[in-house]
């Protein structure tokens, strides 16, 4: 079955103890973006709100570095318990090593590529990777639109991981709701990030519910 990521970036700051509840009770994992305004043009939330979730999550943290140089700050990510770690393949020189530090780390590596970026890029890393963040939005800023090339890249890269025979899954990011869920489930999504869609609704785990 897919799993859904609400995205917290999209929570209630003023009361993110109720946000961390609903995602504990309805959703699989929490996604954790963090953007240090050089790699992506916003800055978004960094350690002590990743701590806080912490202290109160029981689903595992899956944390999207949109930063550069993020090998500086795998230990930390490591430290305040985060169990999933994602990077985009072109913040670093050489993503194979980054995955690996990862892994050494004792966290699942992530992959992440931006939309105009070949699925290509990728594919000397599947066999590294335990996810890729295909993104279905330019990182940088919740709420955009969903972009449409996104299915066949979604095909391209699980022809691939087939091809390769690789346990690699695949998550997809950006501006996903209940009206293009399914499709992507039907292309084998494992993962969905959902942001604006969970936590600007009326009834968030309704929407959760209708994404699975
Ligand atoms: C974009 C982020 C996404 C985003 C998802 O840079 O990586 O995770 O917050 O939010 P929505 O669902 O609002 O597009
Ligand atoms: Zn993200």
Partial sequence: MVQIAPSMLAADFLHLEKDVELVNKYADMFHLDIMDGTFVPNISYGFPIVE????????????????????????????????????????????????AQIRAAGMSPGLAINPDI????????????????????????????????????????????????????VQVDGGISAANSAK???????????????????NPAAVIEAMK
């Fill in 52 to 99: 806080a979730i912490a202290k109160k999550a029981t689903k595992p943290m899956d944390a999207h570095l949109m930063i550069v140089h993020p090998e500086k700050y795998v230990d930390r990510f490591a430290k305040v318990g985060v169990q999933m770690l994602s990077f985009h393949l072109n913040a670093v020189d050489n993503a194979g090593q980054v995955l």
């Fill in 118 to 169: 070949p699925v290509s890029r990728l594919f000397p890393d599947l066999d590294q990777c335990d996810y890729v963040v295909l993104m279905s939005v330019f990182a940088g800023f919740g709420g955009q639109k969903f972009i449409e090339a996104t299915y066949n890249r979604l095909s391209e890269v699980k022809a691939e991981i087939i091809k390769q025979g690789v346990s690699c899954k």
């Fill in 184 to 202: 992507l489930v039907e292309l084998g999504a494992d993962i969905l990030v959902a942001g604006s869609a969970v936590f600007k609704a009326d």
